[in-house]
């Protein structure tokens, strides 16, 4: 951004930045969520980016826009109603999840079984708290199950994603150890 002019974080550029820190990053989580934080919390400090977006089916959720999309990054905007709760699911490749309005709680599990039983699964929690907006966490393998439910009205999210999920995605019970296979090409 030229220096003197409003700073207003683009599309575009936070894009770039989570390709540039994938680059130098893409390995290791914690420094890759250190590197794109700064640059999604200035995405997030917009206003309008409920209107910037373009309109896309969701499976988890009402209401969601890809801000964002080039065959293999993705940014999605997306709307959960208060109360309304994301069973934990997994992913197969990392995303990153931040929170746009309101406040949402939202949970990183890793699996601590060997997953040698089919419908068996026992989680850890590895990261569990209230998030606000304007705050982000990683969901990365081996710890690339999360689960988020909204505690405001009007609570959105954002998620960035690189890569294609897996094809068998789990969806879990954590209080009954158990899961269940959906197969979906576009499951969030
Ligand atoms: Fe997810």
């Not at 709760?85 to 890793?110: C, I, K, N, S």
């Not at 068996?120 to 439910?149: N, Q, S, W």
Request: charged share 25%.
């Amino acid at each position: 951004m030229p220096a003197g002019l409003p700073t207003q974080m683009t599309v575009r550029e936070c894009a770039e930045a989570v390709i540039a820190a994938q680059r130098c990053h893409g390995a290791e989580p914690a420094a890759f969520l250190a590197a794109i934080e700064e640059p999604i919390a200035a995405l997030l400090e917009r206003n309008d980016l409920r209107g910037v977006g373009i309109p896309r089916q969701g499976n988890n959720v009402d209401w969601s826009q890809y801000l964002y999309f080039d065959g293999d990054l993705s940014f999605l905007l997306f709307e959960v109603p208060e109360g309304g709760r994301v069973q934990p699911h997994d992913h197969g490749v990392w995303e990153l999840f931040a929170v746009y309005r309101g406040r949402m709680r939202h949970t990183v599990y890793r699996r601590t079984d060997d997953g040698s039983v089919a419908g068996y699964a026992k989680l850890a929690a590895t990261d569990d708290r209230v998030m606000r907006a304007g705050e982000a966490a990683i969901v990365a393998p081996p710890a690339d199950i999360h689960g988020f439910c909204a505690l405001d009205g009007g609570a959105m999210g954002l998620t960035v994603v690189s890569g294609q999920y897996k094809p068998d995605r789990h969806y879990y019970d954590p209080e009954a150890n158990s899961y269940v296979v959906k197969r979906a090409a576009n499951l969030r």
